[in-house]
C-alpha cells in the first residue's frame, strides 16, 4: 500500500477501490472496520 495511508479523507481510494473489485481492501477502507490496526501492520 503506497497510498493506503498517504491517500487523505477525500475518498478517491475508496472509489478506487470499489471499482478495483477488492474485498479485501474494501474493508480496510470500510468506516466500520473490525480492527484497522492489524491491517495497517500487514501493510508495513
Known sequence: ?????AVP???RQEVAVLQ???PGLQ???APHAP???P??????
Not at 1 to 5: L, T
Not at 39 to 44: D, I, P
Open 1 to 5: 500500500g503506497s497510498g493506503a495511508g
Open 9 to 11: 479523507a477525500d475518498g
Open 20 to 22: 478495483g473489485g477488492r
Open 27 to 29: 474493508v480496510l477502507r
Open 35 to 37: 480492527r484497522p490496526q
Open 39 to 44: 491491517f495497517k501492520k500487514a501493510c508495513g
